[in-house]
């Protein structure tokens, strides 16, 4: 205490110090102190901590507040102070020791040295020989001061057994022994933790109930686990001597306890019964540990428990989860953040999700992106790629620890996100609240979330071809297909290959595999004119699509597959234009709302843009919700919509799962997405791109230095409104500057002026305006 009193001086002095270096440089008006020109014309700053948080001391005078610029000196007030904190300290202390036992040992449990507690049952043992009872032998009863003791110390209750008595009935007594010898014999070979444990029982339950003698009969077992107890390393013969002793206090204890009154016995009788069930417990621990003479009855009872064993893990694995709190239909990124929401805000949830694929859920821009551009030879075996950074990222959102067992996830007590992956749910009743699994089980739920993604756009010309076409022919959509295809360069020696579409995906794809494999032949064809033609004007477009020329990627423009033939190991594909010869052939036309699952349950889709109907807060029945790429919802800004991209899944996901919670917003942020599909070609855009809609693109001057054209596209709406910003190689805060003049959905004349809120150019150094005012003034 006193050094935390010094140092709390020690930090205001400081602070006082550099209050007192700091407020000469401050400058602040008359009117920011709230006053008028009365102040001193060196003023206080606005707010200044107070020296300490008492205006008194323990000891002394009331403190003074110093601020000056002497430095620092304790005065007598701050010694009164320490001594007053250690008055005080040594007060508490001395309250301590007088009022508590907090500095007093406890004899018999945590002294240093504790009297053991054989020697304490021996001296009461002592005590009661020296007190028989001169009647016919019979045991005098122990004393009420010896019993309080016995129970103060949490030991067993010790009968006198050193008592001198006459011996009747030998033959019974000898087949008493016989059988409390066996049972000693096992008894005796238990560990020295299982005696503790009986002896901690034992004291338990006298500490709780008293013991009073009784007129029922003891059984033979009694005494010897209270001998085995006291000395657990006797002899057989000492053993035999003190069974007669025994056996004679037994009978003498009969005949006493049959003079005292039957209320007595009454009474005990409910205690006999707890002990008993106890003893034969500690019997039973004891066979179980008995040497070779019980090896049966052990081989019997170990083939007993590992039947017990088997059938409890047969039970467990067949139990299944029959119902659970929130049920997500999908294991994509959509499903994965909405769970991430819901445990967010219902700390104990238990969120079950249920995916087709076999993989953990995972991030899926890099498939055509970072898994190409940064991979090395053992990326398509672990999925890692080196990030910009240096640092070894993988595609997994959690590992494996991360899910519940869906078979544990019912008693957990805090709740947890499941997995089942390669599963398919067929259909849901809503009604019912119960979803049904291609392999005819089931599962009950209380909120519903239907994240089932989009799938592949098919090309029947494909699908419908020769089995050897098939073989070398894919989509390209999950990680499956991305491990194939590396396989099929890696290891197939597969050297041509075309990819088949024009937008976002073929365009990154072709970009991905010419980049990473430069001696690899890679054709695109497109029926469009340029690259990515559903999102770009015209003249980015071209722009594009002469970069990936000039990089190697052979395009066949405005051409289309009309046929498709095996040839030897090759593919033959005859074009609107041409034929082509390829090794294999990758389908990536682009996808489709994967409604399956919620046509079958008679939930409502859209025909326009396709996916599940919902409202503006993702709802799309009662206690069912719909998020990523399989929901139509509901823009306050851009009206109805459908969206197809990594941030969307990510937002709409974390969305539908705060209102499954309870939360009933609506969606309101607007989501981007990147691409890159040709060299110092960066996108970024937000809102609406859509290349039908009326588009103002401003270009920057092409730096030299950098050698990247930027530009900025806007895409306007019927009102003259901007309803879709397009970035390109323009970075920083722009993205979130797009939202805000998208958010305020004003009508545009001048772009020109609207330009200037991006960083097109570069903000001119002072020595760069220098040089230009100098080069205008020569």
Known sequence: MLLRAFCRNVRIAKSTQFLLATRRPLSTTSAALGGGGHHHHEPTPVYIPKPGSLDWSLCGRPG??????????PKKDDFLSYLGAAVAVGLTIAALAVYTDTFKGDKDNHSKNPTPPKQKT????????????PESGKAAPPKKEEAQEERQEHKPKVHDEDKPSEKKNNGESKKESDKKNSTEGSEHAVTKDSDKKSENMKSEKKEEKPKVESSEKSKPEDKPEEKSEEKPKTENKDKKTDDDKKDENKKEDKKSSEDKPKEKSDASGSEKKSEKKEEKKEKEQAQDISPAGNKKSDSKDKKQNEVKEDSKASSSNERKLDKVQYLIVGSGTAAYYAALAIRAKHADAKVLMIGEEKQLPYNKPPLSKELWWYGDSETPHTLEY????????DIFYEVQGFYVDEKELEETLHGGVSLISGKKVVKVCTADKKAYLEDGSSVSYDKLLVATGSRPQPFP??????????????????????KKLENEINNNGVRNITVIGSGLLASELVYGIKR???????????EEPYNASLILPQNLGEKASNSLEKMGVVLYKNDKVTKVEPSDRQINLKLASCELNTDYV??????????????????????????????SELKVAEDVWAAGDAVCFDDKVLGRRRIEHWEHAQISGRLAGENMVGAQKAFWYQPSFFSKFAPNFHMNAVGRIDSSLPTVTVYAERNLTDNLEKAVVFYKGDKGQVVGVLLLNVFGMSLDV???IIDDAKPISDYRDLTKLFPLYEIPTQEENDNETSKETA
């Open 516 to 526: 990473k494999y430069e001696d690899v032949v890679v054709n695109q064809v497109l």
């Open 461 to 482: 010309l494909f699908d419908e071809a020769d089995e050897k076409v098939r073989r070398r022919t894919s989509y390209y959509h999950n990680v499956d297909d991305y």
């Open 64 to 73: 003074v507040k110093r601020i000056s610029t002497d430095s620092y000196n």
């Open 386 to 393: 080196t990030a910009l950074s240096g640092k070894k990222r």
């Open 122 to 133: 021996k001296e009461i043992a002592e005590k009661s020989d020296k007190n028989p009872s």
């Open 586 to 615: 990758v389908v990536a036309l682009g996808t489709e709302p994967n409604i399956e699952v919620a046509e079958a349950s008679g939930l409502s889709t859209d025909p326009k843009f396709g996916g599940v109907t919902a409202d």
């Open 738 to 740: 797009a939202r805000r």
